[in-house]
């Protein structure tokens, strides 16, 4: 069985700084593109930032580029996004998603994303 787990989310202060992490199992994590999505209250589903299998390539939403930095160890089979100089506008309940493939980036299909974590909510307040 296939599982996403995310943690790290919390409450921090703008411009602040927060790690996710997406604990995977139940498939060959090595061989699949990873991304991080995320959704904010009354709003559409956001792809912030996706990496190939092998961590070689990354890409960033512009909303997020510069700030966020995609990352992954396949030995442990984990997902990392490091959020730094965090914007209220960045508070959203985040999520991992797995790629039906070993590359995928920004503008490939929802569809093509065949598994989900149940989400790991970040605030950005003062």
């Known amino acids: 069985e296939v599982q996403l787990v995310e943690s790290g989310g919390g409450l921090v202060q703008p411009g602040g700084s927060l790690r996710l992490s997406c604990t995977a199992s139940?498939?060959?994590?090595?061989?699949?593109?990873m991304s991080w999505a995320r959704q904010a209250p009354g709003e559409e589903l956001e792809w912030v930032s996706v990496?190939?299998?092998?961590?070689?390539?990354?890409r960033y939403a512009d909303s997020v580029n510069g700030r966020f930095t995609i990352s992954r160890d396949n030995a442990k089979n984990t997902l990392y996004l490091q959020m730094n100089s965090l914007k209220p506008e960045d508070t959203a309940v985040y999520y991992c998603?797995?790629?039906?493939?070993?590359?995928?980036?920004?503008?490939?299909?929802?569809?093509?994303?065949?598994?989900w974590g149940q989400g790991t909510q970040v605030t950005v307040s003062s």
């Open positions: 998603a797995k790629c039906r493939t070993s590359y995928c980036d920004l503008s490939t299909p929802r569809r093509e994303f065949d598994y």
């Open positions: 139940g498939f060959t994590f090595s061989t699949h593109a």
């Open positions: 990496i190939s299998n092998g961590g070689g390539a990354a």
